[in-house]
């Protein structure tokens, strides 16, 4: 049976939701499943019983001062030693730009090969020192065959690739790594870090009201924000919005904008070019609004409402306020 060793993402004093990707992930290989949370920021008996939830056998802590700021550097050194103290057969973290960053770091240290932004994590990846993976290029919009061959398998699971699904398991044992970290591994450290936006994001939202170019203004956006405000969502948009400056860019799905998953994506006058589809494929399921029914969007939809925008929109939120009053 082979060792696994998934480095925990964290956010402040949580565990990220793609790290429990990652540990949903890897239960596709057989093996033992070690986490490395780095840092104090994470209660270690909170963090046990989490992530036991999603398959984790042990967690090891490292610890050390410098550990309890983010910094890639010191962070890639601390789990390069977790895979000289462990020796893990595989090494996962999830694709995130945090994840890939530390992943990089560590094999670099160690000489060792890194695949980033797997699709899957097949089960040869425990077993055999040679393995086939797919990865996640250009946001999405290319998938490229590669050949890994090491002792220390390190991979990145795409972000959003694979849904977190508890096991229930119980509680992961808790152990304790010692870290001699380089003092000048401080030099590169998160010293701040402002959240754009509080609550529900565009990244996580359950339902996204995007619209596109045929939305025409800033203001006619309205429908849109009522629309997101009475079901519990967000406005999202395509970047042919973002160019007119009618919205943030931080409202921009696709590959130069935000990944969505949220359980409905509701896409209004958006063709659905590539560049905007590899943002919103994840989304489990899709309502295009449109006045062309051969648009890529409404090709791939579940739904579709052919229809001018500016009536069909106003027309929904004017019935779910009917049916709630
Ligand atoms: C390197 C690169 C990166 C990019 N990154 C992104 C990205 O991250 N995200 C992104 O979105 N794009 C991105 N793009 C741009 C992308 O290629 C498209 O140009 C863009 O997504 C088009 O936006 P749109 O669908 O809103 O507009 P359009 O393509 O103009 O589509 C408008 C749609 O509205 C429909 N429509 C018209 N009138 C109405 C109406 N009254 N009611 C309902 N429907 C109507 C039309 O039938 C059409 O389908 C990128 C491009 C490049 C080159």
Not at 48 to 64: I, K, N, P, R
Not at 119 to 135: K, S
Not at 136 to 151: H, K, N, V
Request: with cysteine.
């Amino acid at each position: 049976m082979a060792d696994i060793l998934v480095l925990a993402e964290t956010e402040g004093s949580e565990v990220v939701e793609a790290t429990l990707e990652a540990l949903t992930a890897v239960r596709s290989l057989d093996g033992d499943v070690h986490v490395l949370l780095v840092g104090d920021a994470v209660d270690a008996d909170d963090a046990a019983e989490q992530l036991g939830a999603y398959g984790a056998d042990t967690v090891h802590v490292a610890e050390s001062d410098i550990l309890n700021t983010f910094g890639p550097e010191a962070w890639g050194q601390a789990l390069a030693s977790a895979i000289e103290e462990l020796s893990p057969d595989v090494v996962v973290a999830s694709g995130t730009s945090k994840g890939n960053e530390v992943l990089a770091h560590a094999a670099a240290r160690l000489g060792l090969p890194f695949v980033a932004n797997c699709t899957v994590l097949p089960a040869q990846l425990a077993d055999d020192d040679e393995v086939e993976l797919t990865r996640i290029q250009w946001g999405g919009s290319l998938l490229e065959e590669a050949r890994l061959a090491a002792e220390t398998r390190i991979v990145s699971i795409g972000h959003h690739a694979v849904e977190a699904e508890a096991s229930g398991g119980p509680a992961a044992d808790v152990e304790t790594i010692d870290m001699a970290i380089d003092a000048d591994l401080a030099r590169t450290q998160a010293v701040g870090r402002e959240m754009a936006e509080a609550g529900v994001t565009l990244a996580t939202a359950p339902i996204v009201f995007g619209g596109g170019r045929a939305v025409g203004s800033a203001e006619a956006f309205a429908p849109l924000e009522e629309l997101a405000s009475l079901m519990g969502g967000r406005v999202g948009c395509s970047r042919a919005v973002t160019n007119n400056g009618w919205r943030p860019h931080r409202d921009q799905v696709g590959q130069t904008g935000t990944r969505i998953a949220p359980e409905l994506y509701v896409a209004s006058g958006i063709s659905g070019a590539i560049q905007h589809w590899v943002g919103a494929m994840a989304s489990k399921k899709i309502l295009a609004i449109n006045t062309d029914p051969e648009a890529n969007m409404v090709t791939k939809a579940d739904y579709f409402v052919e229809g001018d925008l500016h009536k069909v929109l106003p027309a929904v939120a004017d019935e779910i306020k009917r049916r709630r009053s």
